[in-house]
C-alpha cells in the first residue's frame, strides 16, 4: 500500500460513477465526473445532458440514492468518504 492512495482511489471512484452513469444515459458522451477533495471527505460532481437529469436522479431520487449507496461501500473498502452530486450542463 502507498503512503497517499488519494489519487488512484479517487480515480477508481470517478471511473465507477463514469461507468454507471454512461449506463444510464441517453446521451453518453456528455457525462463528466469531477472531484473536489475535502479534508474530511471527496466529492464527485457528475454531470450530465440536461435531458438525463431525470434518468439520474429516477422517481422519488431513488436512483441517485443508490448510486450515492454504491459509492459510500466502494469508498470503505478504500477508507475514505465520498459524497455524489449530479449536476447537469
Do not use: W
Request: hydrophobic share 35%; with cysteine; net charge negative.
Amino acid at each position: 500500500m502507498t503512503d497517499n492512495p488519494l489519487p488512484g482511489s479517487v480515480q477508481q471512484m470517478c471511473d465507477l460513477m463514469t461507468g454507471m452513469a454512461t449506463a444510464l444515459v441517453d446521451q453518453p458522451d456528455k457525462v463528466r465526473v469531477e472531484a473536489e477533495t475535502f479534508e474530511t471527505e471527496t466529492v464527485l460532481r457528475l454531470y450530465v445532458a440536461t435531458d438525463d437529469l431525470g434518468k439520474l436522479i429516477g422517481k422519488q431520487g431513488r436512483t441517485a440514492r443508490s448510486l450515492r449507496t454504491i459509492l459510500g461501500a466502494a469508498g470503505s473498502k478504500l477508507q475514505q468518504r465520498f459524497s455524489l452530486d449530479v449536476q447537469s450542463e
